[in-house]
């Protein structure tokens, strides 16, 4: 099983989180998972890692929707910070919307780090493919 040292999931939704998780646990040994309600808790954490020079996640789940700062803003501030490692981004949404696809698909142009556009409820298979990716 890969092993993974932190992952944040960044959805408002307690049902997704607890799905996401469980699977985790079964496909990888995953040392740190942290959640979120929103992107705003999930970015002033990663500035307080970036200044205290610790583990940023190697993997991040993230939701669209949601109140504080949606999924889209998170990423506007996120691909801003200054982070030389690649992180693996999953967005996860219950999205149908052609235009949050081809939305992901310009956040892809604009960054260095994996942004890839998943649709909710995520399999397991799925999550097996991420964390074999890392």
Same mark, same amino acid.
């Given at each position: 099983?890969?092993?993974?040292?932190?992952?944040?999931?960044?959805?408002?939704?307690?049902?997704?989180?607890?799905?996401?998780?469980?699977?985790?646990?079964?496909?990888?040994?995953?040392?740190?998972?942290?959640?979120?309600?929103?992107?705003?808790?999930?970015?002033?954490?990663?500035?307080? #890692?970036?200044?205290?020079?610790?583990?940023?996640?190697?993997?991040?789940?993230?939701?669209?929707?949601?109140?504080?700062?949606?999924?889209?803003?998170?990423?506007?501030?996120?691909?801003?910070?200054?982070?030389?490692?690649?992180?693996?981004?999953?967005?996860?949404?219950?999205?149908?919307?052609?235009?949050?696809?081809?939305?992901?698909?310009?956040?892809?142009?604009?960054?260095?780090?994996?942004?890839?556009?998943?649709?909710?409820?995520?399999?397991?298979?799925?999550?097996?493919?991420?964390?074999?990716? #890392?």
């Amino acid at each position: 099983m890969k092993n993974i040292n932190t992952i944040f999931i960044i959805d408002d939704d307690p049902i997704t989180v607890y799905g996401i998780k469980k699977i985790l646990n079964s496909v990888a040994v995953c040392q740190h998972i942290h959640e979120f309600k929103n992107g705003q808790t999930a970015i002033d954490e990663i500035r307080k #890692i970036i200044i205290e020079n610790t583990h940023l996640p190697e993997l991040i789940f993230l939701d669209i929707n949601m109140p504080v700062m949606d999924g889209w803003e998170f990423l506007e501030a996120f691909i801003s910070l200054p982070i030389s490692k690649n992180i693996n981004i999953n967005i996860v949404t219950s999205s149908i919307d052609q235009y949050d696809k081809e939305k992901s698909e310009n956040f892809k142009s604009l960054t260095h780090h994996h942004i890839a556009f998943n649709s909710k409820p995520i399999r397991k298979s799925e999550i097996e493919e991420i964390t074999k990716a #890392i």
